[in-house]
Nanobody, 127 residues
């Protein structure tokens, strides 16, 4: 059983930075690929970033490339999302998710490939 808990959200001005954390408990986090998704007010949940088990591979949505960085520390059972140059369009609830098995490349952008999700953490960016 895997449980994920996100933290680090908050309110910042445009151009600011936040670092989100996702702490996993249960099975060993090192065997899972991890992803970050977000849901803006009135919008569908969308892919943000993903990272493979050993952090060899990463993926980013075009909207966050160059601004966000996903990383992980398996010894701490934690995955991070460092967000810089934040824009009002980045506002939303951010969720982390896990997926066991092989890295699927671009398919890691698909919500349906993940087995479980955290409860989310709110990020609000004001102009």
């Amino acid at each position: 059983q895997v449980q994920l808990v996100e933290s680090g959200g908050g309110s910042v001005q445009a151009g600011g930075s936040l670092r989100l954390s996702c702490v996993a408990s249960g099975r060993t986090i090192s065997i899972y690929a991890m992803g970050w998704f977000r849901q803006a007010p009135g919008k569908e949940r969308e892919f943000v970033a993903a990272i493979s088990r050993a952090a060899v591979s990463t993926l980013y949505a075009d909207s966050v490339k160059g601004r966000f960085t996903i990383s992980r520390d398996n010894a701490k059972a934690t995955v991070y999302l460092q967000m810089t140059s934040l824009k009002p369009e980045d506002t939303g609830v951010y969720y982390c998710a896990f997926r066991p098995g092989l890295w699927l490349g671009d398919r890691q952008k698909e919500q349906r490939v993940y087995d479980g999700w955290g409860q989310g953490t709110q990020v609000t960016v004001s102009s």
